[in-house]
């Protein structure tokens, strides 16, 4: 059978174009795409300058926007209207670091739906009423969900735990992996718990009620923008209905940025809860996707997972699976085991993977397969308006086509030297940060420099 090389490979990297719509007081971009008569529709947000209070409730606040009531109509009549208008309407909130400094991160709000063309105009109306009239007076419904994000976040543990491993060994190195550890990773699970404790009295359900509100009201008047994606044909029409729907519609000039304070420090840490199995990860502190030395992090990833940590860790340790990658947003590289019978075994094979490549000749070819592999997940094709959403919000935090397209030129141009040079100049023992998801039991063995967190 023949073989896919690097000289297979398209130079350049295809991504979808995109337009500035003439709108006055709006900021939308249009994207032309096929989608089978569907339109997909974002309003996204400017995140505005939060206290430590405020930012421990935007994943609960992003869920419930669209998960309450608005206006006159309760959340199950909210929920009925919105099944009839959308194919899919839902919020969350995406935080990244800058392509050139982790330190520095930008913070939107994203409400986003898909909807027959017939209903758009429906579907933005349905937009701008929710975020102008959310109830988050339903303190019963409130109650409800914070009941449900316990019992999902406490039952992902076993199917997640590998990630949650690595956001934990991640927290302290950079602003955005700090927040993701404390809003969904380990550290959540915690908070969850104690939060659903709290609302057992209604003072507190009360208070949460308004501290939600007040966190509404911020968000509401922020900046927005608008993408807009679906066939060049509904154009006109969704253009017409976004400048009707939302160009009255407030916003504020006394707008402070979201901002996180610097954090760039190791931790080691084991996580006890009610796990047979283990989940380890180590990380170590690296560079961001614009530095000389990122391409060849990232294909370090895919190198030694595939020459060193799947025999030494899956075939020999027994583990259900492990691996490694670089994390460009983050300016972190990050080992990891699955399901793993090992601890101490395994964090040793982690470092033992960085001397494999040092001291062993390698074979060309397979550092060939390690190439392909970053370059088929950056080509890797998606739906016309996926491709679309993921080409505007990569630009959104400053990954512009330019920038992703010398990315993936340096990515082809990794030589097994580099992978040694980065290997060797960033995995270094002394500034590795680790966390495990382990029992007690398990724990007992362990060092006692590791700080101990029951969930």
Known sequence: ??????????????LPESQALPLSQLDATWYSAGTNGLIYQQAIIDLPLLTDDELALLPLYSHCLTELGRGELDYRANQALQSEVAGSFSAH?????LPDNEQDVK?????????????????????????????????????????????????????????????????GMSPAARLAHLNSGLASIQSVKALDKRLDDDTELAALGT???????????????????????????????????????????DFTPFALPATRSSVKQLWLTSTQVNFCAMAFPTVTGQHPDAAALSVLGDFLRNGY?????????????????????DAVFRFFSYRDPRIEGTLDDFMKARD??????????KLEEAILGVISSIDKPGSPAGEAKQAY????FGRTPELRREFRKRILEV??????????EWLNLDHASIAVVTNLKNSESLSESFERIEI
């Open 356 to 365: 494999w490549l040092l001291k062993e000749e390698h074979d060309p070819k």
């Open 107 to 171: 913070a939107f709000l994203v409400m986003s739906g898909k909807a027959l063309q017939v209903k758009q105009q429906e579907l933005l109306s349905l937009m701008q009423d929710t975020l102008a009239n959310a109830r988050f007076d339903e303190l019963p419904r409130i109650r409800e969900i914070v009941a449900q994000q316990r019992t999902r976040r406490e039952q992902s543990i076993t199917g997640r735990g590998h990630s949650y491993a690595m956001m934990a060994a991640c927290a």
């Open 93 to 97: 909130v995406s935080i990244r670091g």
């Open 393 to 396: 919000h990569a630009s959104l």
């Open 1 to 14: 059978m023949p073989c896919v090389t690097l000289d297979d490979v398209p130079l350049d990297l295809k």
């Open 211 to 253: 501290a939600l509100q007040q966190l509404h009201a911020k968000i509401a008047l922020a900046p927005r923008r608008f993408l807009l994606v679906a066939e060049d044909d509904h154009l006109a029409a969704v253009q017409n209905s976004l400048q009707a729907i939302w160009a009255d519609v407030p916003s504020t000039n």
């Open 309 to 329: 940590l799947h025999r030494a860790i899956r075939e020999k340790g027994g583990a259900y699976g492990a691996g490694a990658g670089q994390d460009n947003g």
């Open 415 to 424: 030589t097994l030297e580099d992978l040694k040079r980065v290997a060797g």
